[in-house]
């Protein structure tokens, strides 16, 4: 390519770049930066679900938000770059033109910063302070509570005589209408079970285990796990029992949690858990110690307890699963002895966090599952409180069937805490705790002995202006000593950094004990970015630091931790992990994990390695695979070499694989495995779930767990008296199919019955799920309608929904508008507004054709009026000649119906007056010009004379036949009548052949 070619192709670019109307981003936005929120105005809402773009410590909201929530009528104009339209009047009108950045409402002008609005997805997005400028609001948001306060000063699209009060109340008054309908569509043919005490959702499992080592030692084991959720009232309760072994004590746990406000047995707790539980991490105890006990909460269970997050839930045999936050790789785990899975500790990212778990079965499945947890620092709203206690006998279990160490048989940990909000960012938090420590005498530890410990503890904690930061002290009463913790983090420029660091002094709390060692400082340093080189592809970057001094030792330990994963081509996903640990015993230790999984066509497959940089060698590969050999049989294989110790090449090599039969009632699992050393194992495994459905009057059986979610019991049926409510003389329509919409939870979960209903199983709770029908399927699709639409909904864990589709039968209008002319005669109209009415109710409008023709197909059964619009018929000064109404009682009833218009008395009065005055004007230019061809005749009358003679008896012999002929021309109405006809047999054909054509697809 020639330089002179190089220079004019990046003029163009950059002339290209530089055109009106050509938005530039000026910031780099990613899907994580959109968060959902609440519009207020008052205390009613405006918006409970509104997507807004949270940037830069920034609230943007989409332009759509003036015209379609706040109702004025301003659009953006992507031509021209800028808002367009007005407020109150015509004549106050409204312009920001983005590429002048100037903008304009009335007689005001106002600049218009660069930071004012982003580009995203070809849609333009505002900032609130934008908005504010354009309508004189003023907006609050409150980023703790996700909600946008709005107040009116006075300029809102209504009468410029309303006073400021009167404006402010119409606007609420617009806002509770919008919230009335959105609920009224929301609760619209909604059945849902009103037992107080619904049936639970179960889930079970066991496994049976045989193993032999090296010694010819051999060793059996049964492992179970058992999982119930239930709806008592207004709670949502779970009662979950486990065994590891069969000589362990088993694990009872009950928890129950008030999401509405129809339960108050507990008072203003909302969230209760006992039996075999766990204690809350705070800010003496940073892990989560196991024991019989309870805890209470005044928030709700999906509440974070602190600035981390724990997923424990249940594991099916054979499966594994993978944590995903924000798309970026934290940490993966395989079938455990109990029957589940833990990500403990997980840090919260400040404002948005996308946690994702993945999960890949031995059938080849892969399955996903999404929570999304906003992170605030717990800060509470000025006037609001939290109280938090708990009781936990630590190492102890309900069934207790053998005695616990000695240490900690007696050990307990108590712990209550209160926050309350100063401010609206601004929460002070005190609390109180005894706990049982376990101490070592000396190092190396020569005997193990418990501790009985009290605490005090108090924190501030603030937030503003995108940073939250808290600065607390714990205080050991028994040595009277005290602890200084101070924590920020932040997630500005969409950079999260979190810091911590802690003085311990010489307070003995169980989160400063490591490895028998007691910390004097720590600190602890968190970035996670989105690393975007050339803007071509996104990185997740992650690192941490973790340094401490010890007291006892007068040493110190750094750890670094970096991470980055990335989706490759032929869809491998890479996580890379590089870990450098210093000791403070003056050791190190250097390691970099990989990880990467792919789909290959019926394969799953995945890979990881270790590899050690200390010692020099690669100590830890992995690699499984899962392919379909048929519908229900599905196959495995795991490869493992390991390495027995670090520091000796001792290695041994893992080989296994399993089988699983998918049957009607859940699934068989058979895994057999040995080594290179002669160790040997097998074991076989067994699922099954149960979800009831009193809709069906069935149990609904899987192999998949459904601890955690909501069902969904749906039918379509023919609405035939046009009721919107399913009566018993009604039919069912079988062929239905239903959709859900997000797949949050992809699971086989579609089961029809006989009866035509459809249980749709696995749907994700607490959160909004969008459920439609299909009826493609069904026979004579083209003359029945959905009238339902899309239902919103929302489930609580083992709640099964019952909802009906309301399907009604079509019939076809259709007709010819007419205009009456001068003459009397109908002469067809074109461009008429022909309005369809149906109980005084517009419901739909056509134009009519250049013919004259309009239709309305598909229009449900029923009585129909069919008018002019009333504003053209007082434009065009004409009337309807009689009101049409049709009755469509059956399927594929196909009317004709033609509308004639006449024009008005006034209009035709004021015509013939117009017509006589016309006539008399043309009557005396006529006599004016007779008079002056009379003279000119009279002065060539002589030279003339034969000329006019022929020319006369030549006109005379033309225009006698052509008189003749006009005179005897027919206005053939017969011929108007048979087109219309023919026009009427077309259409009705081309439906018919369209409904054999779809009936034989379908067929």
Same mark, same amino acid.
């Given at each position: ?407 900690? *048989?007696?050990? +307990?940990?108590?712990? %209550?805490?209160?926050? =309350?909000? $100063?401010?609206? #960012?601004?929460? &002070? !938090? ?101 690393? *975007?080189?050339? +803007?071509?592809?996104? %990185?997740?970057?992650? =690192?941490? $630091?973790?340094? #401490?001094?010890? &007291? !006892? ?114 699934? $068989? ?335």
């Amino acid at each position: 390519m020639s330089l002179l070619r190089k220079l004019y192709l990046l003029i163009y670019a950059v002339l290209l770049a530089t055109l009106p109307g050509a938005p530039l981003a000026h910031a780099q936005i990613s899907q994580d930066n959109f968060i959902i929120i609440n519009a207020y105005s008052g205390p009613v809402i405006i918006n409970s679900a509104l997507e807004a773009l949270y940037q830069d410590n920034r609230l943007f909201l989409p332009a759509t938000y003036l015209s379609d929530d706040v109702e004025v009528p301003i659009t953006y104009n992507k031509a021209e770059n800028a808002l367009t339209g007005w407020l109150e009047n015509h004549s106050n009108t409204v312009r920001v033109d983005f590429n002048k950045h100037t903008g304009r409402v009335g007689k005001n002008m106002f600049d218009v910063s660069q930071d004012d609005y982003l580009y995203y997805d070809d849609e333009i997005y505002l900032s609130i302070q934008l908005i504010d400028k354009i309508l004189n609001t003023q907006s609050e948001f409150d980023f703790a509570n996700q909600s946008l306060k709005v107040t009116s000063a006075g300029n809102l699209p209504f009468d410029l005589e309303l006073s400021r009060r009167q404006k402010q109340k119409r606007f609420d008054q617009v806002a509770k209408e919008k919230e009335a309908a959105r609920q009224q569509q929301l609760n619209k043919d909604v059945y849902t079970q009103s037992d107080w005490l619904q049936m639970p959702f179960i889930d079970l499992s066991a496994r049976y285990s045989v193993s032999k080592n090296q010694g010819q030692h051999t060793a059996d084991n049964l492992s179970y796990t058992a999982n119930a959720s239930f709806l008592t009232g207004g709670f949502d309760s779970e009662f979950n029992a486990y065994s590891s072994t069969i000589d362990d004590s088993p694990v009872l746990t009950f928890k129950t949690a008030r999401e509405d406000e129809t339960g108050h047995i507990l008072g203003l707790f909302k969230h209760l858990e006992m039996g075999d539980t766990y204690s809350y991490s705070n800010a003496e105890n940073s892990s989560n110690t196991p024991g019989v006990g309870f805890k209470m909460s005044t928030e709700s269970i999906l509440s974070p307890d602190d600035k981390t997050y724990t997923f424990r839930d249940a594991l099916p045999l054979g499966w594994e699963v993978e944590l995903y936050r924000n798309e970026e790789l934290l940490g993966y785990q395989n079938q455990s002895n109990n029957g589940y899975f833990e990500f403990a500790d997980i840090p919260l990212l400040l404002g948005k966090n996308k946690f994702k778990l993945v999960f890949y079965g031995p059938q080849g499945q892969t399955k996903e599952k999404e929570e999304i947890i906003f992170f605030n620092g717990n800060i509470l709203n000025r006037g609001k409180g939290r109280l938090r206690l708990n009781y936990i006998h630590k190492n102890r279990y309900l069934i207790q069937t053998r005695p616990s160490p000695r240490s900690s *048989s007696r050990g +307990h940990n108590a712990f %209550i805490e209160a926050g =309350y909000g $100063l401010t609206d #960012f601004l929460t &002070l !938090n005190v609390s109180a705790m005894a706990d049982s420590l376990e101490l070592y005498e000396d190092w190396p530890p020569q005997e193990m002995y418990r501790k009985d410990k009290e605490y005090v503890a108090g924190d501030l904690s603030l937030f503003a202006y995108g940073i939250f930061s808290s600065i607390g002290t714990v205080v050991d009463l028994e040595k009277s000593v005290a602890t200084l913790n101070f924590y920020g983090q932040t997630s500005l420029w969409d950079w999260d950094v979190a810091f911590e660091h802690i003085h311990y002094g010489r307070a003995v709390l169980s989160r400063n004990l490591f490895n028998n060692t007691t910390m004097e400082n720590e600190t602890t340093l968190r970035v996670n970015k989105v690393l *975007s080189p050339f +803007h071509l592809i996104s %990185i997740p970057f992650s =690192y941490s $630091l973790h340094h #401490f001094s010890i &007291l !006892n030792h007068a040493g110190t330990q750094t750890e670094h931790t970096v991470s980055v994963s990335q989706t490759l081509p032929y869809n491998i996903y890479l996580n890379a992990q590089y870990m450098h640990y210093d000791y403070y015993n003056g050791s190190f230790n250097r390691q970099l994990m990989l990880t990467a999984n792919r789909i290959y066509g019926p394969w799953t497959l995945r890979g990881s390695t270790t590899y050690n940089f200390t010692y020099d060698r690669m100590y830890n590969v992995e690699f499984t695979a899962h392919r379909s050999l048929s519908d229900r049989l599905k196959f495995g294989a795991r490869y493992a070499y390991q390495s027995r110790s670090l520091s000796e090449h001792n290695y041994e090599g893992l080989y296994s694989a399993n089988l699983s039969y998918l049957t009607k009632y859940g699934y $068989l699992s058979f895994e057999a495995g040995t080594s290179n050393r002669h160790n040997t194992y097998a074991f076989i495994g067994y699922n099954v779930s149960f979800v009831p459905d009193w809709l069906n009057r069935s149990i609904y059986t899987t192999g998949s767990k459904v601890q955690g979610t909501g069902a969904i019991s749906s039918f379509a049926y023919m609405d035939t008296n046009g009721n919107g409510r399913f009566d018993t003389d009604e039919e069912t329509l079988p062929a239905a199919d239903f959709t859900v919409k997000p797949h949050v939870n992809v699971y086989d979960s579609h089961k029809h019955t006989k009866e035509g209903n459809t249980l749709l199983t696995h749907v994700s709770a607490y959160r909004d799920v969008d459920i439609d029908v299909d009826i493609s399927n069904v026979d004579d699709t083209l003359s029945l309608l959905n009238t339902a639409g899309t239902r919103t909904i929302k489930l609580r864990p083992a709640q099964v929904m019952y909802l009906s589709f309301p399907i009604v039968g079509t019939g076809d209008l259709e007709g010819t508008v007419y205009k009456v002319d001068a003459k009397g005669k109908r002469v067809p109209f074109r461009g008429a507004l022909v309005n369809l009415y149906k109980d005084g109710q517009l419901v739909g409008n056509k134009v009519s054709e250049y013919d004259g023709y309009y239709s309305f197909p598909q229009v449900p059964l029923g009585t129909y009026q069919i008018r002019l619009d009333e504003s053209q018929a007082k434009d065009l000064e004409l009337h309807q000649q009689k009101t049409i109404t049709v009755a469509l009682k059956e399927i594929e009833q196909f009317e004709v119906r033609d509308m004639v218009l006449v024009p008005n008395a006034r209009k035709q009065a004021r015509t013939t007056r117009n017509k006589k005055s016309s006539a008399r004007k043309t009557h005396t230019r006529t006599a004016v010009k007779r008079q002056a061809g009379t003279t000119r005749a009279a002065q060539h009358a002589k030279q003339s004379a034969k000329t006019t003679s022929a020319q006369t008896a030549k006109s005379s012999q033309t225009a006698a036949p052509t008189a003749v002929m006009t005179a005897q021309q027919p206005a053939h109405p017969w011929w108007d009548q048979m087109k219309q006809k023919a026009r009427t047999y077309y259409h009705r054909y081309q439906g018919y052949k369209q409904r054999f054509l779809q009936k034989i697809k379908n067929d």
